[in-house]
């Protein structure tokens, strides 16, 4: 059994629940300490039950409450060498993790897996707990086979739906911003958030969170549309449940049986 919510999702800052019998854990820490603390109550959930902040990269969005947080309460943090040496932390409290090694956290076991973003050594993680899995993946420039796999096995898939093509191709950034978003180390479309579980997701599939919508280059709406759209042509998945997530308040509480 899991639970899982989106504390925060979008280049503000993202944080995410993972709740199960075997202890609770976040994986990043992108909003202050405080704003943490506070959606974990309004989830119905308490900071101090937190067991480790794993990290996906370097990135202030994904990292931003970490120090605070784990010399207030004493929570350990689970990092690789090359984001690391990235990050203003303090070590003390820092496991060391390796891409494609399990970590057995109390019972609960996380893989973290190499994806293709402009950082210093990404991640994404695949938890694992009693037959159910759960993956979070943000901040991929395209859908790699790690990440295929790690959709393929999940009962429920936290996945970036940063951009639509159109939105983003005709709007505001400069051409070098808008290439690299939209380029190989950068965001995943909506199209493409779309394709990968049309082409990948399984029928155990419960559900898939929308994450790190961009603020100018997509909407809730054209988000949500777009997937929904594309998956009309899996019937053996109508019953998955789609969600949107937000930069300013935590999603509902999702329970994974």
């Known amino acids: 059994m899991f639970e899982v919510s989106v504390l925060a999702s979008g280049s503000s800052g993202n944080c995410f629940y993972i709740g199960s ?3 609770d854990i976040l994986i990043d820490a992108g909003i202050s300490c405080k704003q943490i603390s506070q959606r ?3 989830i119905g959930k308490d900071i101090r039950d937190i067991k480790g902040i794993f990290v996906t990269h370097e990135h202030g969005d994904h990292t931003r409450g970490i120090d605070v947080l784990t ?3 004493n929570i350990p943090v689970y990092i690789n060498k090359g984001t690391l040496r990235n990050c203003y932390l303090d070590k003390s409290n820092v496991n060391l993790i390796k891409s494609d090694e399990e970590i057995n956290l109390n019972g609960l076991k996380i893989l973290p897996f190499s994806k293709s973003h402009e ?4 991640v994404s993680y695949l938890i ?11 901040d991929i420039g395209y859908s790699c086979d790690n990440v295929i796999k790690s959709v393929a096995e999940s009962d429920l898939v936290i996945l970036e739906s940063n951009h639509d093509t159109n939105m ?3 709007g505001s950034y400069p051409h070098y911003l808008k290439k690299r978003i939209g380029g190989d180390k950068g965001h995943l479309s909506n199209y493409d958030a779309g394709l990968l579980v049309l ?3 399984k029928r155990k599939l419960q559900y898939v969170l929308l994450s ?10 054209v988000a949500l549309n777009t997937f929904n759209s594309m998956l009309r042509e899996r019937k053996d998945l109508q019953n998955l449940k789609t969600m949107l997530t937000y930069r300013e308040k935590p999603t509902e509480l999702i329970r994974v049986k």
């Open 199 to 201: 082409e990948h997701g």
């Open 21 to 23: 019998d075997k202890g």
């Open 212 to 221: 790190h919508l961009s603020l100018n280059n997509n909407t809730p709406d």
């Open 71 to 73: 010399r207030k309460y």
């Open 119 to 122: 950082a210093a050594d990404p």
């Open 128 to 138: 694992k707990n009693k037959g159910k899995k759960v993956s979070i993946i943000t």
């Open 40 to 42: 974990l109550e309004q």
């Open 168 to 170: 983003l191709k005709n």
